[in-house]
């Protein structure tokens, strides 16, 4: 069934789990995820980004959001596990409305790259309209370093607790993605990956709200190996260690954002394909072999996350 995000978050808050929220661009790595999540009977968070919509819509955004909304809810109507979609990174005004007005059950309002007093007061307006259409609203404090669509910032700066307590306090929203040392894409950390747990922990305490990683991939080797072996020039790829995003999730994360994982699958699922199988010009069957890796990390992510048999 399609549910409201906040309703996935809320129980995987209070049983201290972690729901992973997966990236789509396309329908084949929603109906790879889909066929994931139903065989792990886990909860199952979609979210695309004002890239995916423009992509979807061919340019138009409405189109976009409405083509997700009906994709997703096509499905979602007919399964017996909860689904959520959600608007990742939503940077401009119109493209938060037009998820909203599509039907989408979340939105994210990142004005993380604004000063404090003006990143809450954007979040605050959002957060009045969603919640008067029924959506709910995440919101990030802090920066994550790191580049993924048009999501760029120089230098991570971290979320500051005390600064956080206020900022739910004064906006109402509904889940946080607290910045505490990822980056998005492929390439995180310079030397060795280190994230602020002590950070993390304090925020918690304080919000006590259902909180966001971004940039949570782990750029898993297997995958990254394979791509490489049938041509991918990924040199230096480095994600979040599972045993670091594991403590993540013990310490309050409860929406783990998975994008480059899954490309990376899919990518190199697709090369080994198009490799072993010079004579195959279905598009069906070379997506296809794409679609199979990405389910494979999927259902992987589930299990780890500890998302698996909650639905
Ligand atoms: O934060 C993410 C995804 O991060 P990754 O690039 O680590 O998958 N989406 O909002
Ligand atoms: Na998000
Ligand atoms: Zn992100």
Redesign the pocket.
């Known amino acids: 069934m399609y549910v409201n995000t906040k309703d996935i978050l809320e129980k995987a808050s209070k049983e201290y789990y972690a729901v992973p929220a997966f990236n789509i661009n396309n329908m084949e790595f929603f109906h790879a995820i889909l066929e994931g999540a139903l065989e792990k009977r886990a909860p199952l968070i979609i979210e695309t980004s004002e890239g995916a919509i423009k992509y979807a819509g061919n340019g138009d955004i409405f189109k976009g959001a409405r083509y997700f909304v009906e994709l997703v809810r096509l499905f979602a109507d007919s399964v017996d596990i909860p689904i959520a979609l959600h608007l990742?990174?939503g940077k401009h005004f119109e493209y938060i409305i037009a998820a909203i007005k599509a039907g989408y059950s979340s939105v994210m309002i990142d004005a993380s790259e604004k000063p404090f007093e003006e990143n809450l007061k954007e979040t605050k307006e959002i957060v009045k309209i969603a919640h008067a259409a029924g959506v709910s609203v995440e919101a990030e404090l802090g920066q994550?370093a790191g580049v993924?669509d048009n999501?760029v910032a120089a230098e991570s700066v971290l979320v500051d607790p005390e600064q956080a307590k206020i900022f739910v306090e004064e906006t109402g929203v509904d889940f946080l993605a607290p910045a505490i040392g990822t980056s998005?894409g492929a390439f995180k950390f310079k030397g060795e990956a280190k994230l602020d747990f002590e950070r993390l922990k304090k925020v918690k305490e304080l919000t006590k709200i259902p909180l966001v990683l971004?940039?949570a991939s782990s750029v898993l080797p297997e995958y990254v190996k394979m791509a490489e072996e049938y041509g991918a020039d990924l040199g230096g790829a480095k994600g979040v260690p599972e045993d670091q995003l594991k403590k993540c999730v013990e310490l309050g994360i409860n929406k783990v954002?998975t994008d480059t994982d899954l490309r990376i699958a899919f990518i190199a699922g697709l090369r080994k394909f198009l490799k072993e199988n010079p004579k195959e010009f279905d598009p069906r069957h070379y997506l296809g072999a794409g679609k199979k890796l990405v389910k494979e990390v999927v259902m992987n992510r589930l299990e780890f996350l500890g998302a698996a048999g909650k639905a």
């Open positions: 990742d990174h994550l993924e999501v998005h971004h940039g954002n």
